[in-house]
């Protein structure tokens, strides 16, 4: 028991030193110190998070956003709440906020804590943090040479649900994926989704659904909303999306600065103001308010919380240059560029846009991503008027808009970002950045720099 104590007590002393340092130093300290942590003690992250009631978030897209929803919601019901706000999402990132929120002797200082988890982590990290809550948001094709299918990913996520048979699921309704998580596994589980009243009129896509899981047949659905998001069904046995718990049963407004929508929760509808715009943070603001009951608190605090919350970094983050409005959103996958597309394309001003693409490991190396994304929508907007092309596979990204109509006049490659920052500053029409998760990482630095931002990290 002793030496237990004392590598805790090394353990958690040697991750805040290394983090101290590294900050000091102008890096993140995201993995490091997770993994200098564990050098002392493997099994520090449990230790650090014994007594905590956990809420984890997995899946493709909308992860980051969620967290930040539910933490910001924790808070406004008066709980203390830890955040890996920095996005680290793996297990050595995990355990370096977990053991930097502890006393030395490993005691957590928080009661709460809300973790974003990489859908391949999930397996070792739930073991460890004992979640109260798993929520899962979607899965779509997204760094296919590291995950391959999205029935890897799935197959990946199902193991670590497998592995946390306590926690209660919150799961997306509308989602045939992650739905079919709820067919063979004992949790307990809290259903939220759109309704059928919220028909977005456009194409399905089948691409990432792949058939039903109980049969092997195709889908039809009743209504859509984007992707493969609505409400399937089996065409053949009785696998369908289940009635949400919490479900958004109309949207009146989607604006620039957030989105009203209709809520129905715990039986009662009420206008809900939302601070974030687009379809898909209104699917992460009901995941939010699924998780707060799946935690068995009140909700209406949660809920008045969604008119205050900001952006995520990169996250529809807007920065301030010269009086001028830059926005940036992170894309990374076919699905979550399209979305980003529609939304941008619904306002009726006219714009500028800069695309960075990267093929680092943090991104993934296979870019063919970029031939399945619908560039035609935002290359024949009478609105677009400039486009600036950036990242390492700029070359690429130019030739793909130039297939989608984008002309030689319309589009210009700026590879260096203070360049680029310089182009930006003479913008007097509203820009819209659209980068990858490195290439928003390296541009955000500097636009940081420029308009006095924090760090990703605070």
């Not at 995950?147 to 989602?175: C, F, H, M, Q």
């Not at 194409?203 to 990432?208: E, P, T």
Request: glycine content about 8%.
């Amino acid at each position: 028991m002793k030496k237990n104590i004392i590598q805790t007590v090394i353990s958690v002393a040697a991750c805040k030193f290394t983090r101290f340092i590294l900050r000091k130093t102008g890096r993140g300290g995201t993995a490091i110190p997770g993994i200098v942590a564990m050098k002392f003690s493997k099994k520090i992250l449990a230790v650090v998070s014994s007594g905590m009631e956990i809420i984890v978030v997995t899946g493709t897209n909308g992860k980051t956003t969620s967290c930040n929803m539910i933490e910001h919601a924790l808070n406004a019901s008066g709980c203390d709440c830890l955040l890996n706000k920095s996005g680290a999402n793996l297990l050595h990132g995990i355990t370096a906020d977990l053991v930097c929120n502890a006393t030395l002797s490993g005691k957590p200082k928080s009661h709460y804590a809300v973790l974003e988890v990489d859908e391949a982590a999930l397996k070792q990290v739930v073991p460890l943090v004992k979640p109260k809550v798993i929520v899962v948001t979607n899965l779509f094709s997204d760094q296919v040479d590291r995950y391959g299918g999205v029935e890897n990913t799935l197959r990946e996520i199902r193991t670590g649900v497998k592995r946390s048979p306590e926690s209660t699921l919150v799961l997306n309704a509308e989602e045939p994926l992650t739905s079919s998580l709820s067919l063979d596994a004992p949790n307990k589980i809290v259903w939220y989704g759109l309704n059928k009243s919220v028909d977005i009129q456009g194409n399905v896509d089948l691409a990432d659904a792949g058939k039903c899981p109980k049969c092997g047949a195709d889908y039809e659905y009743d209504y859509h909303i984007y992707a493969h998001l609505g409400g399937f069904h089996c065409t053949k046995c009785d696998y369908k999306h289940q009635t949400p718990d919490v479900s958004v049963i109309s949207i009146e407004k989607i604006e620039a600065n957030g989105s009203t929508i209709q809520l129905l929760a715990d039986g009662r509808i009420q206008t809900v103001r939302v601070a974030l715009p687009a379809v898909y943070n209104i699917y992460n603001a009901a995941a939010c308010i699924a998780a707060v009951k799946a935690l068995n608190l009140p909700l209406q605090k949660a809920i008045d919380s969604l008119k205050t919350v900001r952006s995520s970094f990169g996250r529809l983050e807007t920065f301030d240059l010269n009086g001028n409005r830059l926005q940036m959103i992170l894309v990374k996958n076919p699905a979550g560029c399209n979305q980003a597309f529609s939304y941008l394309t619904g306002f009726d001003e006219d714009f500028t846009a800069i695309l960075c693409l990267n093929d680092r490991t943090g991104d993934g190396h296979d870019i063919s991503w970029i031939q399945d994304t619908d560039y035609e929508k935002l290359c024949s907007d009478p609105h677009l008027k400039k486009i600036y092309v950036g990242g390492d596979r700029a070359k690429d990204l130019s030739d793909r808009l130039q297939k989608a109509g984008a002309s030689d006049e319309m589009k210009e490659i700026v590879t260096d970002y203070n360049e680029l920052l310089g182009k930006i500053l003479e913008e007097k029409r509203p820009v819209f950045a659209l980068p990858n998760y490195t290439a928003m990482m390296e541009l955000r630095q500097v636009l940081s720099k420029a308009t006095g931002k924090k760090d990703f990290w605070e």
